[in-house]
C-alpha cells in the first residue's frame, strides 16, 4: 500500500473522473498516463463506476482510486476491489474507520477547522479542501491552514487550468483535483494532452 502523501505527491493534478461507460476507463487511463498522470480518482456517481476501477487497474503505472465514497458500506466495496486511495467529499468516523482500519491511503474532505481536527483526532493530516472555490477559494484555505500547520491539503472542485498554478504555489498543497483533464467528447488524444499540460502546472 502507498501512503496518501506519496500519492498525493505523484502528480501535480488529480483528475476526477465520472465514468459512464467501462468501455471507456481503460483508454482514458492510459491516456492519461502516458500524459503524466498516473494518479485517477474515479467517482462512485455511476452505475459503471466499480467496473470502470476494474478496467483502469490493468494499466501499467496506473494508481487507480475510488472517490464521492459517502458510507462504510462503499467504503468496504472499494477496499475490497483493490483501489490505492480513497477519497470521500466529507469526513465522519463511520466511513473512516473501516478505510483506516485495512490501511488504505484516505484522503477525506474538509471545508472547516472542526472537519480538520476530526481528521487528526483520527490520526489523519492529509486531506482534501472541498468544494474549494465555494468554501472561500485559497484565501480560506490559507486561514485553514496556518493553525494546522503540519497538514496539507488537495483542493478540489471549481479549480480550473488557470486557477490550479495559483494553488499550486501554495506550500501547503501538494496536488489539486480537477476535472478540466477530461472534457466531455474529448478525443484520446486531447486527453493526454491536456494531462501532460496539468502535470506541468506545478512549475
Known amino acids: 500500500m502507498t501512503d496518501i502523501a506519496t500519492i498525493m ?8 473522473l465520472v465514468i459512464d461507460d467501462a468501455a471507456t ?29 476494474a478496467e483502469m487497474k490493468q494499466v501499467p503505472g496506473a494508481i487507480v482510486g475510488a472517490g ?8 468496504r466495496e472499494v477496499i ?3 483501489v490505492e486511495f ?15 482500519d485495512a490501511g488504505v491511503a484516505f484522503l477525506p474532505g474538509t471545508a472547516t477547522a472542526g472537519d480538520i481536527m476530526r481528521g487528526l483526532d483520527l490520526g489523519l ?18 486561514a485553514l491552514a496556518a493553525p494546522f500547520y503540519q497538514c496539507r491539503f488537495c483542493p478540489t472542485g471549481g479549480i480550473t487550468e488557470a486557477s490550479a498554478p495559483d494553488w499550486l504555489a501554495f506550500k501547503p498543497v501538494l496536488c489539486v483535483g480537477g476535472s478540466w483533464v ?8 486531447e486527453v493526454e494532452a491536456k494531462a501532460r499540460a496539468a502535470n506541468a502546472l506545478r512549475g
Do not use: C, W, Y
Not at 182 to 189: D, E, F, V
Open 25 to 53: 476507463a481503460k483508454p482514458l487511463a492510459e491516456a492519461l498516463v502516458a500524459g503524466g498522470l498516473r494518479v485517477l480518482e474515479v467517482t462512485l456517481r455511476t452505475p459503471a463506476a466499480m467496473e470502470a476501477i
Open 182 to 189: 477530461t472534457p466531455t467528447g474529448a478525443s484520446m488524444a
Open 9 to 16: 505527491q505523484t502528480s501535480a493534478v488529480i483528475p476526477v
Open 86 to 100: 480513497i477519497v470521500s467529499p466529507g469526513l465522519t468516523e463511520r466511513v473512516a474507520r473501516p478505510i483506516i
Open 80 to 82: 475490497d476491489a483493490g
Open 125 to 142: 493530516t492529509h486531506f482534501k479542501f472541498f468544494p474549494a472555490e465555494t468554501s472561500g477559494g485559497l484565501k480560506a484555505l490559507k
Open 68 to 75: 464521492t465514497v459517502v458510507n462504510d458500506a462503499q467504503a
